[in-house]
């Protein structure tokens, strides 16, 4: 079922509103939680900063806290792909998922297939532009894994998927380009990612 009774206290940051597609829902002991990435680019009339997203966030979690088990974030702009910071604004948003314990963070645009070691960022510079094993730390209690969605229509080749990934290597999984899905299971002991290529290996 969905619970959508854990209603933060506002959606209004400093006199700006968040658009209706920063959202969130419990489905069955999960709580999902969509960024309005392209809501902080500037291009909007109603932009709003990170900073205000992330009160936003918090907001939602904690009034939201002991009715679910996991926690799914998902917007637009990847996080990072394989070892290179992408658009998604990692830097601010890693501690925070740190903080309350995110286990998935979903992004998608560059069409790329990859998917991090549960991590979390440790660095000073938050204009990095890759990772290095001094500025992350695995951590199965408080990482979150990243991934990238492939894209889901086109004439990209997705066969013979196999791991490029060139940081992490052992706990990191990079396809690179393609077509495909994400099947998303949920228990009581854990998520189970499943990706389904074009040809449906």
């Given amino acids: 079922y969905i619970d959508w009774a854990a209603t933060p206290k506002t959606n209004i940051i400093n006199d700006k509103k968040l658009d209706p597609s920063n959202y969130w829902f419990i489905y069955n002991k999960v709580l999902f939680i969509n960024i309005d990435s392209t809501q902080n680019d500037d291009t909007k009339e109603n932009t709003i900063s990170v900073s205000k ?12 806290n002991g009715k679910y088990d996991y926690i799914i974030v998902q917007q637009h702009f990847s996080y ?35 998917r991090s070691a549960p991590l979390y ?37 997705s066969k013979n998927v196999s791991n490029k990934a060139t940081f992490l290597k052992d706990s990191s999984f990079y396809g690179g380009g393609g077509i495909g899905g994400c099947k998303i299971d949920v228990d009581d002991e854990r998520i189970k990612l499943s990706l389904i290529t074009r040809d449906n290996d």
Avoid: C
């Fill in 53 to 64: 997203q992330i009160e936003w966030f918090k907001d939602v979690v904690e009034n939201a």
């Fill in 80 to 114: 990072i792909i394989d070892k290179e910071v992408k658009y998604g604004r990692f830097t601010e948003w890693s501690p925070i998922f740190k903080k309350y314990k995110v286990d998935l963070a979903l992004g998608a645009d560059s069409h790329e297939y990859s």
């Fill in 121 to 157: 960022w440790t660095g000073t510079d938050k204009k990095q532009e890759t990772l290095t094993e001094d500025t992350v730390t695995i951590s199965e209690k408080y990482g979150t894994v990243y991934m990238t969605a492939f894209q889901l229509d086109g004439d990209s080749l």
